[in-house]
């Protein structure tokens, strides 16, 4: 396999399968925030609000991280959900491979994942094999503005107890979604097992990507190692998690690198439990795998030194 993750975390590899995006996106996008989206840090028992949406109790808190609360910016990433064709059968091989644990309850068609910095859902979606992520902005109905201009899609924000929300799709169709939450706040930089630790955005056209996402978010971009490669970063700092653009792939998707203590073991698990993966490679940064799940779904495995 070759390597073009040649600097720390410039996990820009090789194209994953994405759905085309749907003319009724809007509809399908909102029934699957009202039942995933959660507040940062704030994510053990679940309530609902007045649409059913899946909710985290304020009282307590599962992480077992300790690492720092700190403010998120415009442009960081406060919740990502796996889009899978079966996500029970997701759930339970993410389980064998990561350890993960659930919370109880909730619509069959989605689990919330206990106990990470980053809040992690998977959801049933038929076709779909990517990751969505929902981005802190600090003016929604802005930003959802700024995305009809840049040629993509948005909903009209929708105000829930967590924020005020708007499902998006990008101008080369990749869904995402945007949220104000004044405040927010969460904990980063854990490369404790099963956290997510690097984002890789591959898109077919490069320069249109860096364009939307910088009118949106406000991204700025260093080159990467790699031809049609970038680093992207939140004014002088990286991206919460720290997240890559890659060019010419065949389709739009988001691709995780999920953090594993002991990288020959959970690659022996991937396998294990039906999925593939590659012998394990030393980078600078660390010790990669370059896997995917039983339904096809892409994704890394990285043994990163705290």
């Not at 101008?171 to 404790?192: I, M, R, V």
Request: aromatic residues 8%; contains cysteine; negative net charge.
């Amino acid at each position: 396999m070759s390597d073009p993750l040649s600097d720390p975390f410039e996990a820009l590899l090789r194209p994953a399968t994405a759905a085309d995006p749907d003319p009724a996106f809007a509809a399908r996008l909102r029934a699957r925030l009202e039942r995933e989206l959660l507040r940062p840090r704030e994510r053990t028992q679940r309530t609902h609000d007045r649409r059913g949406t899946i909710m985290p109790s304020t009282s307590t808190s599962t992480s077992t991280s300790t690492a720092t609360p700190t403010a998120l910016r415009q442009g960081d990433v406060g919740f990502v959900s796996l889009r899978v064709p079966d996500a029970g059968r997701a759930a339970a091989f993410y389980q064998a491979v990561l350890g993960w644990r659930y919370e109880p309850g909730g619509d069959p068609r989605g689990r919330l994942v206990e106990g990470l910095t980053l809040p992690h859902g998977i959801w049933s979606q038929e076709g779909a094999r990517t990751l969505w992520a929902c981005h802190l902005v600090d003016d929604v109905r802005a930003a959802a503005e700024r995305v009809r201009a840049a040629g993509g899609r948005a909903e009209e924000p929708v105000q829930e107890p967590y924020g005020l929300v708007s499902a998006c799709v990008d101008d080369q169709g990749l869904e995402f979604s945007l949220y104000e939450l004044p405040g927010a706040s969460a904990e980063t930089g854990s490369t404790a097992q099963g956290e997510v630790v690097y984002l890789t955005i591959e898109v077919r056209d490069v320069d249109r990507a860096r364009a939307f996402y910088g009118s949106v978010l406000g991204w700025k971009f260093a080159p990467g190692n790699v031809e049609h490669g970038w680093r992207v970063r939140a004014g002088d700092a990286e991206v919460r998690p720290m997240t890559g653009l890659w060019g010419g792939r065949d389709r739009a998707a988001v691709v995780p690198m999920y953090a594993v203590d002991d990288i020959d073991a959970a690659v022996a698990r991937v396998r294990a439990a039906g999925g593939t993966s590659t012998d394990p490679e030393r980078q600078p940064y660390g010790i990669t795998a370059e896997c995917a799940d039983d339904q096809g779904v892409r994704f890394y495995l990285g043994r990163i030194p705290g």
